[in-house]
């Protein structure tokens, strides 16, 4: 079945610390997204990658860092300069080649607790 | 302000009727969506519906889109506990770039027995 794994589900960081939380997709799309949830907050967006090799940062990308090297992939890593990363983080992956509607699929998403 | 409003908490009976609302802005908004994530999960879609269209009905839910009031809803059916969980609006734009989903803050609902 095609979708989209996150791992690991819980990831705990000590203080100063980088972690990468992983997002892989089997759907064959071309852009993929890193999303932060916090409650009460809704999404937002941290970067996002249109095709392979390239991606733009979101509206909260400071302390974050991304990579696009193969298509299915697109890890996260939350630097230690993110002063508050404490979140669950979502991924997500749309056809943008497809015309009209373009559904977002999203992984399970990683809780990040910061200790 | 958000481009996208939701409240955030709703509580029901078993058995009635959820109304769950939303307002965006962006006029040129092509796509609305209803996500349904339950705890400590992804977003599920639920349903969609173009712009173009006042209303989209699918089994237990009915989406009403008022384009001049920027208004969507979500209604559910005969609501179950199951039918507990956070759900999102979103609203899809015609920029064409990647930035194409924005999300409300999320509306809670919980269905009491």
């Known amino acids: 079945d095609g979708g989209i794994t996150q791992s690991p589900k819980y990831l705990f960081r000590k203080e100063g610390q980088n972690v990468t939380l992983s997002c892989e997709q089997n759907l064959n799309h071309d852009a993929m997204y890193w999303y932060r949830q916090d409650p009460g907050q809704g999404l937002r967006l941290i970067y996002y990658s249109q095709i392979v090799n390239d991606f733009q940062k979101g509206d909260i990308a400071e302390g974050y860092s991304v990579s696009r090297e193969k298509k299915e992939s697109f890890p996260l890593t939350v630097t230690s300069a993110q002063k508050n990363p404490t979140a669950f983080y979502l991924c997500a992956s749309t056809d943008r080649g497809r015309p009209g509607n373009t559904e977002a699929f999203f992984g399970q998403g990683t809780r990040l607790t910061v200790v | 302000g958000e481009d996208v409003e939701q409240s955030l908490f709703l509580s029901v009976r078993e058995g009635d009727s959820s109304v769950i609302n939303c307002t965006y802005t962006?006029?040129?908004?092509?796509?609305l969506y209803w996500y349904k994530q339950e705890p400590g999960a992804g977003l599920q879609l639920l349903t969609y519906i173009f712009s173009n269209m006042d209303m989209k009905q699918d089994q237990r839910l009915t989406v009403l889109l008022n384009k001049k009031d920027k208004h969507l809803s979500l209604r559910i059916a005969d609501t179950q506990t199951g039918d507990s969980a956070i759900y999102f609006c979103?609203?899809?734009?015609?920029?064409?770039?990647?930035?194409?989903?924005?999300f409300g803050s999320g509306t809670q609902l919980t269905v009491l027995p």
């Open positions: 979103a609203e899809r734009r015609t920029s064409g770039s990647a930035r194409q989903l924005t």
């Open positions: 962006d006029s040129s908004s092509t796509y």
